[in-house]
């Protein structure tokens, strides 16, 4: 007879508590299989952020996808309507008719059990696991777990289990703001969110995403969707205009990944005079063709933003506060790791002008270095960043 654990939920998403939950109640129990079974139509409470069960399994399946006992289940999901746990429980009882069935819940749904629509069948199919959700529900639990087993005749397991205080609420709004999520989902989550706009705000563009998508390689899509979220927090924190900021973060990079034939048209077909400098430093030239891109093929005619994309790897004389935000954010997105990138992060932080002092100070050398020639437009927001020093 085999062990089967099942968790239901709307797993909206799925986060690091439900994982925690599982391996908690795996490591005390031992199980054979463990289902986590996302609802269809929750029959208590209805989000409007609430995405489809495609994306909700999706989300899972990353999530466990290191977890061998672990799997999604979709038996919700594919019947109509609300989904009520005791007609799963009828349904798991066929698939699996020998074996041993466990339901995991957490402390308020244990708590209020008796509300459930059909609690006493469930009580007799199944073996009800439940753990503290809130420090001092533990006491509550096990006097409710009594008094199932004196009414009901219930099989309760109630486990006193270190508690991570986290609700997918607390993901969704992170998500929301723009705020990091690395530490409250799997990794695997966390880009599957990010890669598909759950959750964010109306001015994300999807279509934008998608395309990006498509035209970028993994490495480069995963940086561009990292730049966005940066401009936004520096956006919040210097007053800057924040779906400018994540528009042209997101596509800042658009034509990186683009052959030499096709960059070459995009540079040309805004009828720019680019300098000798410019077209021998090959490194420039997705900036000014992705601003092309942007606005001859896409539409977009905010010239902000336009800029922002064209002077994002040369910066230039007197930039714009965006200019500077999307610059910044693409030297400090979460993903660098050169060795003065704390220091840099903390700079770009407490103030714009200091932190473009500090990073074309790097720059210039580092092209000084290599040998490379510095375009017109380093050049002069090099000495722009130090006359703003001097007058200081």
């Known amino acids: 007879m085999a062990k089967i654990a099942v968790f239901g939920g709307t797993f909206n998403p799925i986060h690091n508590g439900h994982i925690k939950l599982i391996e908690s109640f795996d490591s005390a129990m031992n199980f054979d299989e463990i289902l986590i079974v996302p609802t269809n139509i929750p029959p208590h409470k209805i989000s409007k952020s609430l995405v489809s069960g495609e994306h909700r399994m999706n989300m899972i399946a990353a999530a466990v996808k290191d977890m061998p006992k672990v799997k999604p289940c979709d038996i919700e999901l594919k019947r109509e309507g609300a989904?009520?746990?005791?007609?799963?429980?009828?349904?798991?009882?066929?698939?699996?008719?020998?074996?041993?069935?466990?339901?995991?819940?957490?402390?308020?749904?244990?708590?209020?059990?008796?509300?459930?629509?059909?609690?006493?069948?469930?009580?007799?199919?199944?073996?009800?696991?439940?753990?503290?959700?809130?420090?001092?529900?533990?006491?509550?639990?096990?006097?409710?777990?009594?008094?199932?087993?004196?009414?009901?005749?219930?099989?309760?397991?109630?486990?006193?289990?270190?508690?991570?205080?986290?609700?997918?609420?607390?993901?969704?709004?992170?998500?929301f703001n723009f705020e990091e999520i690395s530490s409250l989902v799997p990794e695997a989550t966390q880009e599957y969110i990010y890669e598909n706009a759950l959750y964010a705000p109306e001015f994300v563009h999807r279509e934008l995403i998608a395309l990006l998508k498509a035209m970028l390689k993994p490495s480069r899509f995963k940086h561009s969707l990292n730049v966005s979220r940066r401009a936004v927090q520096l956006a919040k924190i210097f007053g800057g205009d924040i779906k400018k900021a994540y528009t042209a973060g997101v596509a800042h990079d658009i034509c990186k990944c683009m052959d030499m034939t096709q960059t070459k048209a995009w540079l040309s077909i805004s009828g720019e005079k680019y300098s000798e400098v410019f077209l021998n430093s090959p490194q420039l030239w997705h900036a000014a063709a992705g601003a092309n891109y942007l606005k001859y093929e896409l539409k977009i005619d905010d010239e902000d933003i336009i800029n922002a994309v064209r002077y994002h790897t040369s910066a230039r004389e007197n930039m714009s506060r965006l200019e500077q935000i999307i610059y910044l954010a693409d030297l400090t997105s979460v993903e660098r790791n050169y060795p003065d990138i704390d220091e840099m992060r903390e700079i770009s932080e407490k103030s714009l002008e200091d932190a473009m002092l500090y990073a074309l100070k790097f720059i210039v050398g580092d092209l000084a270095k290599r040998n490379l020639a510095l375009c017109e437009d380093t050049v002069k927001a090099y000495n722009r960043a130090i006359l703003n020093t001097y007058a200081k």
């Not at 244990?110 to 459930?116: A, I, M, P, Q, R």
């Not at 439940?130 to 199932?148: C, F, N, V």
């Not at 609700?167 to 998500?175: H, I, K, L």
């Open 83 to 175: 989904s009520y746990t005791f007609e799963t429980v009828r349904q798991l009882k066929e698939i699996y008719p020998d074996d041993k069935l466990f339901f995991i819940v957490g402390s308020d749904m244990f708590l209020s059990f008796e509300k459930w629509r059909n609690f006493e069948e469930i009580f007799v199919n199944v073996t009800v696991c439940s753990a503290a959700r809130e420090y001092g529900d533990y006491e509550k639990m096990l006097k409710k777990a009594q008094t199932y087993k004196e009414k009901y005749s219930a099989e309760c397991v109630v486990m006193n289990f270190d508690v991570l205080e986290l609700s997918s609420t607390d993901v969704r709004q992170a998500v």
